[in-house]
């Protein structure tokens, strides 16, 4: 299961709001037709959904999945997915790397939302390539932010450059849960990720309960 706390993170940083945002759907014009639900998934991951390929196209698709997402079981699904292709290889990354803070939890699984598990330079494979094994945790989980940082701001993949460099803040939030200054507001780490979480930044000014 998903923590609560990474969950609400990453849907904050997906959507704007730590609610699951199981029915968004809409067409970014970003070659990758429909992107949908709570974790953005696109026409690729259709088999995932039980949907054929051709319904992907449809001008109306977001009402058809707006109208799935009614079903409570659709919204389990989602969250199915997601642990298998998110949550499971942060977890099997977190016992290789032998690393114990739920905060670098929720920064692999966000980092595997947004940028995938593939083995693009872009993806989280790449950026975690240089983590150091046995260092200190909380040293190499903000050089693991920076890295990601970097990629954001200069992927490999120019289709992305515009959307990722507008979503560099959450990188920066999850450097100021990590205890590290963020826009002149320093707030006490957080490794835990333990409820309340306070974030100040740039982008984001709220309490997540």
């Not at 109208?67 to 389990?76: G, H, V």
């Not at 707030?187 to 740039?202: F, G, S």
């Amino acid at each position: 299961m998903i923590p609560r706390a990474a969950l609400l993170l990453t849907s904050l940083f997906e959507h704007g709001k730590p609610e699951v945002q199981y029915k968004k759907c809409e067409n970014a014009h970003d070659g990758r037709g429909w992107t949908c639900g709570a974790f953005g998934y696109t026409s690729q991951d259709a088999k995932s959904f039980k949907f054929p390929k051709e319904a992907w196209k449809l001008l109306s698709f977001n009402t058809i999945w707006g109208d799935a997402c009614k079903d409570p079981e659709f919204q389990k699904l989602q969250l199915q997915v997601a642990e298998e292709e998110f949550l499971t290889p942060a977890v099997e990354e977190m016992a290789r790397l032998h690393l114990k803070h739920f905060l670098t939890l929720a920064v692999f699984f966000d980092t595997l939302v947004q940028h995938g598990a593939g083995a693009d330079p872009d993806g989280f494979y790449a950026i975690l390539r240089g983590w150091h094994p046995g260092g200190d945790e909380e040293k190499e989980l903000f050089h693991f932010l920076s890295r990601r940082e970097h990629v954001l701001l200069n992927p490999k993949n120019k289709t992305s450059k515009k959307t990722w460099a507008e979503s560099v803040d959450r990188v920066r939030a999850f450097r100021q849960l990590l205890g590290y200054r963020v826009d002149e507001v320093k707030l006490p780490p957080n490794l835990e990720l333990r409820l309340p979480i306070e974030l100040r930044t740039c982008s984001y000014s709220l309490v997540i309960k």
